[in-house]
């Protein structure tokens, strides 16, 4: 996007292509380097943040409730989201919409204060289009919102105009990419996508586990007992309401996204935050609790840094005090290594040697990893194809099938494009049947000088197998690596060229023997 290319005319994806618009534009920007989506998601988190914020200055929550939250919004959520993620993107334009709703529906509700109607309508889309099941999710939380605003104000005209922009800005969105790929590739659930979307897997994860979720449900439940005397006195504190039913969106939501988007396991931990605020929020209600008190406010803060050590505790131990690389006088016994002090980090014998400990991680000697680390013997491995001649001739096709993608900065190749090629090439979730099998059949018929695929047997699919099993077929393995993946464990780069018309196959000088 960021070189001009049209989503699903030069490249197909069964999301929205939203997530791409800010990596895009820090790319044209900054340049396309790892470190710049970096770069980018600081500036998501940033959005997130005072999204976040915005949302519960429009519900009137205090403000002592407002900073433990933000607090915990930047520990649990924000801190560990430093690449963009569409998994995370989603839920950070869903954010922004419900800042611009609430900040409307709390208002005067203008003429002029219909744009920030709009505006929350276009960033729910935006949402959507983004992934399906967040943005779906949460456009279902606007247009209840909206409901409870018919219903207590006897005012449907925001609702309605909210229903019209979101199509507005559906068409504003879509028919720019409408007519080449677009049916084929969005179509979530259908066919070639499979539908992630199961009552049985919501119900059981929700049961079995979501002991957060449902610890906050029923702490919300117990204070909405004790507070609403009266239900109609209940319904009539319209900021009560909204926060409470803002609440029980989110942690419905969660319940959902933690099934329908399973990847990362931290991926709905957006509804901690949520939950914190309502309950310091009922908890000031209820009681004579100054929390605004510095002394207090201190405490409490010091709890949450406390709750959420985990998140902060591991960047201390690598960089600082480093606790975990320290090392222990090892003897030889029957040919493996063993510490001699036996404690709590060696009273484990790690018996598999591919691990690679990070004080054996560089950063490669390529702009395009600029202040990158990676494994060492990736790193060698990076170092030698780009030796091989092969890679230095212009105008040569190369499929790269791995998770090193900025080598397309670094070795001269043009990107395929068209509306049948997928942009990344995950089985199952960004490419499908029709897709192996186009790659199946350029392998068998030689179209590709050089590819390099990404062997990872403990993921099923992850790049597709079939297509490995081609490339043992037709092309010859040169080189083999370990690939950019902690922990690393059985994951390599595998290097792959045309066999010679000879039929022979021994390496011409500067490629790398199989051996």
Known sequence: MAEGQIPFKDFGMPVGYMYWVIPAIFFKIFGAQLITLIKAQAFINILSGLAFRSIFVSLRVPYQARFIGVLVFVLSYSFPNYWPWYNHTVIVYQFISLAFLLKFLTGSQTRRSYFLLFLSAFFIFCSFFTKQDGGGLGLLICLALLVYEGISAKKWLPLGAFVGMVVVSALIIMLPVSGSGLSYWFNHGQPPHSSRISITDILGEFLKASFWIKFYLMM???????????????????????????????????????????????????????????????????????????????????????????????????????????????????????????????????????????????????????????????????????????????????????????????????????????????????????????????????????????????????????????????YQKVDSFTAPRKPTKYAWVEVYVKPRPSGNTIPEEGEISPE
């Open 220 to 474: 919300a439940i117990l204070f909405l007992i004790v507070l609403m005397k009266n239900t109609k006195e209940f319904f009539a504190d319209k900021y009560q309401v909204l926060l409470f039913f803002v609440t029980l969106g989110i942690l419905a939501e969660a319940s959902i996204f933690q099934v329908t988007s399973y990847v990362p396991e931290d991926n709905n931990f957006f509804f901690h935050s949520f939950g914190v605020v309502f309950l310091l929020t009922m908890l000031i209600r209820m009681l004579p609790i100054d929390i605004n008190n510095t002394r207090n406010l201190l405490i409490t803060t010091a709890a949450i840094l406390l709750w959420w050590s985990n998140t902060y505790w591991n960047y201390l131990d690598r960089f600082i005090l480093k606790t975990g690389q320290k090392e222990f006088a090892t003897m030889e016994y029957q040919g493996y290594h063993y510490a001699t002090e036996v404690n709590k980090n060696t009273f484990m014998i790690e018996l598999d040697t591919t691990e690679i400990p990070m004080h054996e991680w560089s950063t490669p000697p390529l702009k395009a990893f600029e202040r990158m680390l990676l494994p060492n013997p990736t790193v060698e491995g990076i170092n030698r194809l780009m030796e091989m001649p092969l890679v230095k001739q212009a105008g040569i096709k190369v499929l790269n099938m791995t998770e090193l993608t900025p080598l397309a900065k670094e070795i001269p190749f043009e990107l395929e494009t068209g509306s049948h090629y997928p942009l990344w090439y995950h089985k199952g979730v960004a490419m499908f049947d029709k897709e192996t099998q186009m790659f199946v059949d350029r392998i068998a018929e030689g179209y590709y000088d050089l590819v390099l695929f990404e062997y990872i047997p403990y993921l099923n699919n992850f790049y597709p197998f079939a297509v490995r099993e081609a490339l043992e077929k037709h």
